[in-house]
């Protein structure tokens, strides 16, 4: 291992604590305090690899985080987003492992696709990237993909999701609450039942009223989460809700989990700080799925992020061309961007308005979600011996989001010219800067496997 | 005014301004020449994402009596599975020098995009979009109403004045209805009081923040109510009954029609001066029956009349004045 | 920016104006040989007033001439060609006499008469109103500074004014007092 960069992190607030100095070599945390750091760098000095050192006075240490949902796009739609800058968006926004979801084209659903985006992931060295299998065949909601066989293959696919659609057959997700347990793989469910949304357009409510928008009901999300935890209860089996968007669904969540009910919950940032009033301008870059909702709801989410109900933020990050985007809203694609920005929101709407700490962040963001996708090596604990995985924000800074200056491909996030507090100055991945100074590091040679990676 | 999108942009006097000018404008339709140079030079153009041959005829006629130039562009079948082709449509119509760009679309908000997205520098007039708005629609129907409700039917000049005191009954498909909604605002802005009927099915989740009340009796509305005005709404072919794939919005035309169709016996219901509209066409025997749609108290083709004279009342007010890059200095 | 505000100077006071109008009134007259067949079309604002006060002394010299049947209103809004130079104007009012215009004398009643090209516009709405026989001007002021081949045929006052000065008429009507005023602008 030597040879590599070692990084030398000087007085860094893990988790917003006490300041305290950080020796990241080997792709671990080696050591940490003043003294034991002199101690390993004297003690390695004849192996002559560079040291850097990182002045982190004033910067909070969390975990790398972990994103259950993101959208990377390859195959398929590399117009948009590529694996590669995905994932150097990722890294940018303090991630050091993202879930990629299976609506590509072709579908991640067999154990071909995933193992290619796997490798993409493996090959680009922004984050490890893993991905989620789909539950249907082609997504058609159907026939079961071969879930067993995506288990198996080198990407190791514990999360499988159809999201972009749900699983509405009850039969189906049933069987796949049932075969899943065989792996400890969880079902990622978008909750929409699809005849209560038939082309629907935005949240059904106040402003689709008078918009002319097909509305989307909260309904059709909640009446699917009632089915499905009872369901993941009848089977024993684990559930995981993506992109919780209403207050009745943090009810369900936070009844279920009081049932004792093995299920797991996510909100995504704009669905903590937007509205449906945003759709007044009929601006597609606030048409998501789900919608943005009204603000007792976004009341509602952040109230059950804060008490636990809601177990993660995971960012939905959806890049669209500019042609998805820059016509009708009812022509316009649903999605928007949010790895670079998921950081800054929750810091925003949970931080700053001291309904969470920084331990509570890492929670959220990091451990959580890995534990969930069971990723062992990320969303660990800032201790010696750890996987240098980490990320250092400086939550003094504050910075109006330009979309074009993103490492993400594609400019469709809802933050445009909103000034957001947090700034990730450096994410480092098994030891390696994938981020300094708020700059995208690329890895010296970009398709070498990273060391320690190969499981 | 820059563009007219909806009707919730307009306050009152705004409104009354546009129905003042509309009745000088129908002045002058009454005379021999009907042609007035005003907007001579300025190019008018129709951009129909959707077929309305009565609304492009209306507006076309209204640009041609203020000689503007008129330049139809029907994009019917170019439009919705591609959004590109709505800015390339407007960059080409920005090209060919628009002055104003009269759109009709599909999908609710398409004039908003057009006119915030820089592709057209021209007044955008909404001519109806989707499910939202038809402002050009609700105010001649406004405009009908005060020539026939205000002023004593015609006794007196009811320039500058607005609907206050009067009751309009809206009966119908509210829920897919754009007429409705520029009506809601702009009669209510107007002082009038607005009563919702619709089977509820047909009212939009939300209606309750509207400045209306809703109802889903028509009877009683009509005895109890005493509307000044009812107007009846189309009903759409393709929501009716079930096996669409929308779902059916009623059993049958059959029992719409006995609990929401406007015929003899409930025209009896109404006061002795009550007008009885409709945005056109009309669907006879549906939701209004042959003996209401040609009853002395129907001014269903005077709307159209009045169609010309508010959408020459638009078009001047949009386009008379400076032009944007006079007034402004930027596009 | 202005010095301070400007002191109008006042040029024609209620009597003078009457005795103009007075004037005008006896010259038509003899000009058309009688009232017949006269239709006096003011052009708003003040135009309407001066045509109504010529007429009622019109019916004061000619016996069993109902003022009111001779007097009509012509807006030339939409017929102006400085249109797009000036922030949307108002339509107002344009009313003919019951008999109309056709074959009949149209005099044109405006207060003050400027570039002309109230006057060119005025020309064309009449065109697309009717047939007058002919088509005369009166106007209470002439303030010279003609961008047009139009002269009045009736004049209260000849003015002449700097293309600096504003012209200003005031009728009790309107105003509630009559004057004009010639006051300087920036």
Redesign the interface.
Known sequence: MSGSTRYVLRGVAPLGGDPVDLLLADGVIAAAGRGDIQAALDRDAAAGSPVVEVDGAGLVALPGLVDLHTHLREPGREDAETVGSGTRAAALGGFTAVHAMANTSPVADTAGVVEQVWRLGRDAGWVDVHPVGAVSIGLDGEHLAELGAMAASAARVRVFSDDGRCVHDPVLMRRALEYVKAFDGVVAQHAQEP?LT??A?MH????????????W?AVAEEAIIARDVLLAEHVGSRLHVCHLSTAGSVELIRWAKSRGIDVTAEVTPHHLLLTDELAR????VYKVNPPLRTQADVDAVRDGLADGTIDIVATDHAPHTR??K???????AMGMTGLETALSVVQETMVETGRMTWADVARVLSEAPARIGRVTDHGRPLTVGEPANLTLVDPAARTTVVPERQGTASVNSPFRGRELPGRVVATFLRGRATVLDGHAVPAPSATAPASGEVR | MRHLLSTGDLDRDAAVLILDTAAQMAATQSREIKKLPTLRGRTVVNLFFEDSTRTRISFETAAKRLSADVINFSAKGSSVSKGESLKDTALTLQAMGADAVVIRHQASGAPHVLARSGWVDGAVVNAGDGTHQHPTQALLDAYTIRRHLVGGAGASDPAGRDLDGLHVAIVGDVLHSRVARSNVQLLTTLGARVTLVAPPTLVPVGVQQWPCDVSYHLDPVLADGAPDAVMMLRVQRERMGAGTSAGGFFPTPLEYTRNYGLDQRRLDLLPDHAVVMHPGPMNRGLEISADAADSPRAVIVEQVANGVAVRMAVLYLLLAGETHEERTGIA | MTSGPAVPTTVLGAPEIGRALTRIAHELLERNKGAHDLVLLGIPTRGLPLAERLARRLAAVEPGLDPLALVGVLDVTMYRDDLSRHPTRPIGTTRLPAGGIDGKVVVLVDDVLYSGRTIRAALDAINDLGRPRAVQLAALVDRGHRELPIRADYVGKNLPTSQAERVRVLLDETDGRDAVLIEATR
Do not use: K, M
């Not at chain 1, 059904?204 to 509305?215: I, K, M, N, P």
């Not at chain 1, 301008?281 to 597609?284: I, L, S, W």
């Open positions: 005849r038939v082309g357009q059904e409510g106040v402003v689709s009223a008078e918009l002319g928008l097909t509305g009901p301008d009929y601006d597609p042609e998805d820059d016509c009708e809203w009812a022509a316009a």
